[in-house]
């Protein structure tokens, strides 16, 4: 499974307890962190130019693994914009995007400074959009609320059931 970060703070924390109960329970798992990949914002003038090697290198990562999990913060009440670019760029840098995406098991993670239940209905509604099948339950953490390891386990249980090749290792989409 791939394990998004949308930042190198408290997300990519979360994002490494995913990874790490995906390995205790046997299952193939990569952390990515989007800001680290440097993709440029998405206009149409850096369209032409193109959004370099790390939207090469998240795109092959989405071919690569079926499950998707995404830890973002809330930034002022919606989706954070490494989360918002790298999707505009995967809509228009791939022959069919919609295969990125269609029935993609997908898994919501926050840990926000504020309340963070915002960031997971709307990253819960761009990924339905696209075509992802999102999982009912997801993980809300905060400096006041610690994330639940029984949360996380849950999780990668529920993913793994959708992809039952998981064990086997990445599987292509």
Same mark, same amino acid.
């Given at each position: 499974?791939?394990?998004?970060?949308a930042?190198?703070?408290?997300?990519l924390?979360?994002?490494h307890?995913?990874?790490?109960?995906?390995?205790?329970q046997?299952?193939?798992?990569?952390?990515?962190?989007? &800001?680290?990949?440097?993709?440029?914002?998405?206009?149409?003038?850096?369209?032409?130019?193109?959004? =370099?090697d790390?939207?090469?290198?998240?795109?092959?990562?989405?071919?690569?693994h079926?499950?998707?999990?995404?830890?973002?913060?809330e930034?002022?009440?919606?989706?954070? &914009?490494?989360?918002?670019n790298?999707?505009?760029?995967?809509?228009?840098s791939?022959d069919?995007?919609?295969?990125?995406?269609?029935?993609? &098991?997908?898994?919501?993670?926050?840990?926000?400074?504020? =309340? =963070?239940?915002?960031?997971?209905?709307?990253?819960?509604?761009?990924?339905?959009h696209l075509?992802?099948?999102?999982?009912?339950?997801?993980?809300l953490?905060?400096?006041?609320?610690a994330?639940?390891p029984?949360?996380i386990?849950a999780l990668?249980?529920?993913?793994?059931?959708?992809?039952?090749?998981?064990? =086997?290792g990445p599987?292509?989409?």
């Open positions: 499974m791939l394990i998004l970060s930042t190198n703070g408290n997300n924390k979360l994002a307890a995913f990874e790490a109960e995906a390995t205790t046997g299952l193939a798992a990569e952390v990515m962190s989007l &800001p680290e990949l440097q993709i440029p914002l998405y206009d149409s003038l850096t369209k032409e130019r193109g959004a =370099g790390g939207l090469v290198k998240l795109a092959e990562a989405l071919r690569q079926k499950g998707l999990i995404i830890c973002a913060p930034y002022n009440g919606s989706i954070p &914009p490494v989360v918002s790298a999707i505009a760029w995967l809509s228009v791939t069919d995007f919609r295969a990125l995406f269609n029935s993609r &098991p997908v898994a919501l993670a926050t840990h926000s400074g504020g =309340g =963070g239940q915002k960031v997971l209905v709307a990253m819960r509604l761009q990924l339905s075509g992802c099948t999102v999982l009912g339950r997801e993980l953490s905060t400096s006041q609320k994330a639940n029984e949360t386990t990668v249980s529920q993913l793994a059931t959708l992809e039952p090749s998981y064990a =086997g599987t292509k989409v």
